[in-house]
């Protein structure tokens, strides 16, 4: 299985998942596997690592909506206010966004994956770590999705943690026999004590800090370290070859239905993501990788 660290992408490779190819096949897998939990109203996989390390994903939107290193701590925002019932896509952890991002396109805000149910084609422990495997397809999609983008693709998203890192990896491969234009990216929303002592490096020449409202695009990033009062993290990506920093501040927060108006202070999002639109040709796959690592 893959080590726990970020790994060159291989744009265009026509390559099947790493973890696909090297499963053990006595794991329970598609229609033998069950979701062992749920989360809200959400059916939900809990992964949990032998060292202690514990992660949420629930199958509406493939969304991690928490993770637990092995010291028992919490990393992830969860707003107060998300939905969790399935009606409207859910306010913190780690959104998977696809095949548009934000408003960058005709079709629904940062695309329809955050917001329909994925299938869980694997999970289980090996080497120490747990990992489950999501899978979104053309054929999953409801009719009024289908219509507005008629593409035939397959849509992956492996999750692997244990001890201090968790890594992520969001493969879209084009089925059909035209390309296919999309955009990508893990919405990650940082736990944080307080946004003022947010420092964020490998974004930009100098250390970013966040007072208030931001929404900027980096481009060209690699490794990004986020500091704040709970301790630092290590964020590599490939693949993702942009990064989002988000907060929306105070005033914006406030007119928000699904976050309370102080919580704006508890999170920064940096978002691996690939915000082209990239083109990808038919039979051809593309690969974003993510790890972040805490100290
Ligand atoms: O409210 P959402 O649709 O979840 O979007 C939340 C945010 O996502 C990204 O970070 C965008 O850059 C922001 O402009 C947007 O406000």
């Given at each position: 299985?893959?080590?726990?660290?970020?790994?060159?992408?291989?744009?265009?490779?026509?390559?099947?998942?790493?973890?696909?190819?090297?499963?053990?096949?006595?794991?329970?897998r598609?229609?033998?596997?069950?979701?062992?939990?749920?989360?809200?109203?959400?059916?939900?996989?809990?992964?949990?690592?032998?060292?202690?390390?514990?992660?949420?994903i629930?199958?509406?939107?493939?969304?991690?909506?928490s993770?637990?290193?092995?010291?028992?701590?919490e990393?992830?925002?969860?707003?107060?206010?998300?939905?969790?019932?399935?009606?409207?896509?859910?306010?913190?952890?780690?959104?998977?966004?696809?095949?548009?991002?934000?408003?960058?396109?005709?079709?629904?805000?940062?695309?329809?994956?955050?917001?329909?149910?994925?299938?869980?084609?694997?999970?289980?422990?090996?080497?120490?770590?747990?990992?489950?495997?999501?899978?979104?397809?053309?054929?999953?999609?409801?009719?009024?999705?289908?219509?507005?983008?008629?593409?035939?693709?397959?849509?992956?998203?492996?999750?692997?943690?244990?001890?201090?890192?968790?890594?992520?990896?969001?493969?879209?491969?084009?089925?059909?026999?035209?390309?296919?234009?999309?955009?990508?990216?893990?919405?990650?929303?940082?736990?944080?004590?307080?946004?003022?002592?947010?420092r964020?490096?490998?974004?930009?020449?100098?250390?970013?800090?966040?007072?208030?409202?931001?929404?900027?695009?980096?481009?060209?990033?690699?490794?990004?370290?986020?500091?704040?009062?709970?301790?630092?993290?290590?964020?590599?990506?490939?693949?993702?070859?942009?990064?989002?920093?988000?907060?929306?501040?105070?005033?914006?927060?406030?007119?928000?239905?699904?976050?309370?108006?102080?919580?704006?202070?508890?999170?920064?999002?940096?978002?691996?993501?690939?915000?082209?639109?990239?083109?990808?040709?038919?039979?051809?796959?593309?690969?974003?990788?993510?790890?972040?690592?805490?100290?």
């Amino acid at each position: 299985m893959e080590e726990n660290t970020v790994a060159p992408a291989q744009a265009g490779a026509h390559t099947e998942h790493p973890v696909t190819r090297s499963m053990d096949p006595g794991l329970r897998r598609d229609d033998g596997l069950e979701v062992s939990s749920k989360f809200a109203e959400l059916d939900a996989v809990h992964l949990k690592a032998p060292d202690g390390a514990e992660a949420i994903i629930t199958l509406y939107g493939a969304h991690l909506v928490s993770w637990k290193t092995a010291d028992g701590r919490e990393r992830m925002f969860l707003s107060a206010k998300s939905a969790l019932d399935g009606t409207k896509a859910i306010r913190g952890g780690i959104p998977v966004i696809f095949p548009q991002f934000a408003t960058r396109g005709a079709g629904m805000r940062h695309g329809f994956a955050r917001v329909l149910p994925w299938r869980v084609t694997a999970s289980g422990v090996e080497d120490g770590a747990a990992f489950a495997i999501f899978t979104l397809a053309d054929s999953d999609l409801p009719a009024t999705v289908a219509t507005s983008w008629p593409h035939k693709f397959t849509l992956t998203l492996y999750i692997v943690m244990k001890g201090s890192s968790i890594s992520m990896s969001l493969n879209v491969r084009n089925d059909g026999d035209a390309p296919f234009p999309f955009a990508a990216a893990l919405h990650t929303y940082h736990l944080v004590d307080d946004l003022s002592a947010v420092r964020i490096d490998g974004v930009q020449p100098s250390t970013l800090t966040l007072g208030d409202k931001l929404d900027e695009v980096f481009e060209g990033i690699h490794l990004v370290t986020l500091a704040s009062g709970a301790g630092a993290l290590r964020l590599e990506q490939a693949g993702f070859t942009d990064a989002v920093v988000w907060n929306p501040g105070a005033a914006d927060t406030a007119a928000m239905s699904d976050m309370e108006a102080d919580e704006y202070k508890r999170f920064v999002c940096i978002e691996p993501a690939l915000l082209g639109p990239a083109t990808l040709e038919p039979g051809q796959a593309w690969h974003g990788r993510y790890n972040v690592s805490c100290s």
